[in-house]
């Protein structure tokens, strides 16, 4: 079947079957007056209203002077996104990008909704894909295989919707397998702790309030020896140590309401173990420059890691590399997001482009190796479980932002601990990755086949034909006829065109359409 141009290259047809022209299989039967705006759609209400959407209803409406005047069932297409959606009780028609098509004659409407599934036309991105749809050529086969077809496909949709929804299920308990390691991992309940192992062995151990004093002792240490080079740079040789009152100590937790932590735990503050930035503003004056570097988003930090598909470029002058250019392991969160479970969503950067920066829609976290993939795995729960959405700010758009980021609260263990907790993390949760990805190949196995069952159903090849079947052809010659016995017959001196009495709900009708359906024909939309 082919989309352009109006006719299709030549194929072998099973018996019985005929290519006919979509214009004599369908009528238009889309109103011009009675559709709902959006703004206008109910939660719930007496009447669906079907829209181009991806969803199978748009939303409600209670007004019956909207109901769609057509015969039932009908298909409704999307001019712009090429939905198709198979409708069988009364039904608001949803505002613009809208075609609503009725089978002519005796054809089965539920084939042709498959059948136009099967052969979608080809995307022009928003544009109107009606005009495309026209120009097809379809398959017809016998009427008692049409019945046939659809029972069959719909009969083995069934069985992969289950299929599906219980992959769906496997997901779930996947995710939420994940999500119990590491909370137990950040409540220190994964591994025997430091304390008890060093209890049992009769030996001392390093508690985690003294490795955040020597990270604290340190990072002084640095800004000292940064500061002096400074000062010597421009020629200011201190005369005492009153220069080092200026550096400003991180934040301490507050702990008022904090839950309890195992023995040699403690906590601390983002900004007390790591360094926090949040990337560079974009500005219409830096998407040009010579120093054009490729930068990362929000966008390109996934659950599964950094996704480098779509890299864009923007200006960094050599005063802000520095500050901007990212270090292989450094931490990335998404510091912004039109939903809360996105907010504070991390993955490490493993340096696949050289001399990548970050925009302000990204947080990035600087830690010394021994903690990144602690505070990976803590962040990572505490997006997971809700604690970054909690305290994310905003309207629409939700924003976790440098300074809240700076004084979030981890619970930080043992050095030993962390270590071995690290590595029990990575040992489970790496069952759940090679269980996901078996997933991910199970769902694109269904995808395919469900493509494979209409494309078999419209070659002929899922049910048997009969020999004793009415031929297409013939059926086709009889809607043919009724539908030139019902044209109206053209009388001179009249305008073109008709009273609006002559056309309920101004139905644009390309030909006569077909005869009402019974309202016990209105069952379900699908």
Not at 332 to 361: H, M, Y
Not at 413 to 437: F, H, M
């Amino acid at each position: 079947m082919k989309a352009e141009g109006g006719t299709s290259a030549k194929k072998e047809l099973p018996r019985g079957w005929s290519l006919v022209p979509f214009v004599h299989v369908f009528s238009n039967i889309t109103s011009s007056r009675l559709k709902l705006p959006r703004s206008q759609y109910l939660e719930s209400g007496a009447y669906p209203v079907i829209d181009q959407g991806d969803q199978v209803v748009g939303g409600y409406s209670n007004d019956d002077s909207l109901v769609h005047p057509g015969p039932l069932p009908a298909i409704v297409f999307g001019d712009h996104t090429r939905c198709v959606k198979l409708v069988r009780e009364r039904f608001i028609q949803g505002a613009d990008g809208v075609k609503v098509l009725a089978p002519r004659g005796e054809l089965l409407c539920s084939y042709l909704c498959w059948l136009l599934k099967a052969h979608p036309v080809p995307s022009r991105g928003y544009a109107r894909h009606f005009a495309f749809l026209r120009k097809l050529t379809l398959p017809i086969s016998p009427l008692p295989e049409q019945h046939r077809i659809v029972e069959a496909i719909e009969t083995q949709f069934t069985k992969l919707d289950s299929a599906i929804a219980a992959l769906e299920r496997v997901r779930v308990t996947l995710k939420r397998y994940r999500a119990s390691v590491l909370k137990a991992a950040v409540e220190g309940r994964l591994v025997p702790t430091e304390a008890e192992l060093a209890r049992k062995e009769g030996r001392d151990y390093e508690p985690a309030s003294v490795l955040l004093e020597r990270i604290l002792k340190e990072r002084r240490r640095r800004w000292e020896e940064a500061e002096l080079v400074k000062m010597t740079a421009k020629g200011k040789v201190p005369k005492d140590d009153r220069w080092k009152g200026k550096y400003k100590e991180p934040v301490a937790p507050d702990t008022e309401g904090l839950p309890g932590l195992p023995g040699g735990w403690c906590w601390a503050t983002v900004e007390q173990l790591a360094e926090v930035q949040l990337g560079r503003q974009r500005s219409p004056k830096n998407h040009s420059g010579p120093y054009m570097m490729p930068y990362l988003r929000a966008a390109n930090i996934t659950w599964n890691g950094i996704d480098l598909s779509d890299v864009k470029t923007m200006n960094f002058a050599p005063d802000e590399q520095p500050r901007f250019k990212l270090h292989t392991g450094d931490i990335l969160l998404n510091e912004a997001s039109g939903s809360r479970s996105e907010v504070g969503k991390p993955a490490f950067w493993d340096g696949r482009i050289e001399n990548c920066c970050f925009q302000n829609t990204v947080l990035r976290v600087r830690a010394v190796p021994e903690l990144r993939d602690w505070l990976l795995s803590h962040f990572r729960c505490d997006a997971e479980g809700g604690r970054f959405a909690h305290e994310s700010r905003g309207v629409g758009i939700h924003h976790l932002g440098a300074a809240g980021l700076a004084i979030h609260t981890l619970a930080l263990p043992p050095l030993r601990e962390e270590a071995r907790i690290s590595s029990a993390i990575d040992q489970q949760v790496s069952v759940a990755a090679v269980t996901a990805s078996l997933l991910e190949v199970a769902e694109r196995k269904c995808r395919r086949l469900r493509q494979s069952i209409l494309k078999w159903a419209f070659e002929g090849k899922l049910v048997d034909q009969d020999p004793n079947d009415e031929p297409a052809s013939v059926l086709l010659q009889r809607i043919k006829a009724e539908r030139e016995a019902t044209k109206p017959a053209k009388k001179r001196g009249l305008r073109r065109g008709r009273r609006p009495s002559d056309n309920p709900g101004n139905v644009n009708r390309e030909d006569a359409p077909p005869p009402q359906a019974s309202p016990a024909a209105a069952a379900h939309v699908q």
